[in-house]
């Protein structure tokens, strides 16, 4: 084979790739050898029962960690002053840019009263 073009190759796939498709195709959890005979239908790829029961481990164990690595809960916008938020002044800025400032004080000014 000439150098540069990797071996586990099957139809210009990684193993890995084919391991993804099947169980992404494969809805639920799919059988060792169920998977063994989708792989070989689909991408003429032999590989051994022990081989797809490590990839499915490994790629059970990186799709955990990457859930672990999102983001919780959003953090709430910072109070700035008297319980105005920093969205609270986006949203007067948002007024003031839309209908203008002397528009936004007459109004204040007459619900403030």
């Given at each position: ?33 169920d ?26 164990a ?16 910072p ?32 619900l403030?009263?």
């Amino acid at each position: 084979m000439p150098r540069g073009i990797p071996k586990n190759k099957a139809n210009g796939m990684s193993k890995m790739d084919c391991m993804r498709r099947a169980l992404a195709e494969m809805v639920g959890e799919a059988q060792n050898q169920d998977i063994q005979k989708f792989l070989k239908s689909q991408f003429s790829l032999d590989m051994d029962v022990k081989m797809i029961s490590g990839y499915k481990t490994y790629l059970k164990a990186a799709s955990k960690s990457a859930a672990i690595r999102k983001p919780g809960i959003p953090v709430a916008a910072p109070v700035v002053a008297d319980g105005i938020t920093l969205d609270d002044i986006r949203a007067v800025k948002q007024v003031v840019n839309k209908i203008g400032a002397d528009k936004v004080r007459s109004l204040a000014a007459a619900l403030g009263d």
